[in-house]
């Protein structure tokens, strides 16, 4: 299928060439049809897919099409909530890089850690579609900045990642300030219980599309385990850089402080390398993505919360320099590696005290993950299991055990945005994971 016969307006189609692209995705494909008849849609999808335009074209077509425009305040006609600053801010540059042909839309993205007044601003000047974290929208629901009864599309964008940040009760408020008739959009990687019944209170005959298997793990990955201890974990990733030649490399821990001391190491040894983390300062972040994606570094080290909605083409190495606490976090962290028919690999560097977590992902991803000893860096037996425990610090890096109850944290750092946007502070939206994250 070709986009040409999804039936988008020339405008639409231009801004599409331009991007490069001639067919759509699987989600786009069965996505945008459903979203241009009006229908309700639930759509798993793993990251890379190209959901974002799966959405966004077909809401572009549908506002473009009726009657108003830019003259005096427009409402807020199409919602769209994500879960970190660093999506709302890749959400709303593709609103802006396919609606750019389309003169009478106007965008917006508004989220915590930068100030409030310009967005409060911008949305004075009239707004058609928002994209917004839930704490900060709130913050202007509350001080009556912003109108959403005339919103007719709503869009949950990683709806599982709301789930594990904590943002459902968040979400529900935000649903009494829509208009009960509207359109509902809700994308997730997958869809648990808890996602399911916030879908049944709110969403009305919704169609299902899935283009993933619940819980898979994309085929174009080359997946593989290296056992290795503990205290062994920097220099194995230095050499299995060096000795691969690898060029470009994503790579994951647990914590802010383990991020930034897997960085100093690694420039240590001679590898190009920086880290990426909320405890950074936004323009420390950008240059260091921006190196990134240039070339210029070799190795980007980030957490979880960091990374998410981090928009980088055909990466070809992601790395697990440490197991994530929740399996899941597996799947999203790998599937920054090949993306859009790109193959790629992802390796992960597993101590003794790492087994049960590499059980649990396992057994989400119903497949047993290659294990390949790298020679020089043979486990020794006679090395016990610790638990991993919060706030530790050293070579095992913060390990607690699962039970543990995670503290808040007042994340500060936001993504630049384009100067068609506006942006804001709010501890909310980054206060939903414990502060070694």
Known sequence: MSFSA????????????????????????????????????????????????????????RLAEQAGGTHGRTPVRALILVPTRELAAQVQASVFTYGKHLPKIRSLSVYGGVGFHPQVQALKRGIDILVATPGRLLDHLSQRTVDLSKVQVLVLDEADRMLDMGFIPDIRKILAYLPKQRQNLLFSATFSDEIKKLADGFMHDPLLVEVARRNATAELISQRVCPVDREKKKDLLAHLITTGDWKQVLVFTRTKHGA????????????????????????????????FKAGKIRVLVATDIAARGLDIDELPHVVNFELPHVANDYVHRIGRTGRAGSSGEAVSLVCVDELGLLRDIERLTKREIKKEIVPGFEVDPRIRAEPIVQGKRGASSQRRPSNAPRKGNRGQNAPRQPASRAGGRNSRDSGRRSSAY
Do not use: C, W
């Open 6 to 61: 999804l039936v988008l307006r020339a405008e639409l189609m231009l801004a599409i060439g331009e991007q490069g692209y001639t067919e759509p995705t699987p989600i786009q494909a069965q996505a945008i049809p459903a979203v241009l008849a009006g229908r309700d849609l639930m759509g798993g999808a793993q990251t890379g897919t190209g959901k974002t335009a799966g959405f966004t074209l077909p809401i572009l077509q």
């Open 260 to 291: 930034n001391n897997l960085a100093e190491k690694l420039v240590k040894s001679g590898i190009r390398a920086d880290a990426i983390h909320g405890n950074k300062s936004q323009p420390a972040r950008t240059r260091a993505l921006a190196e």
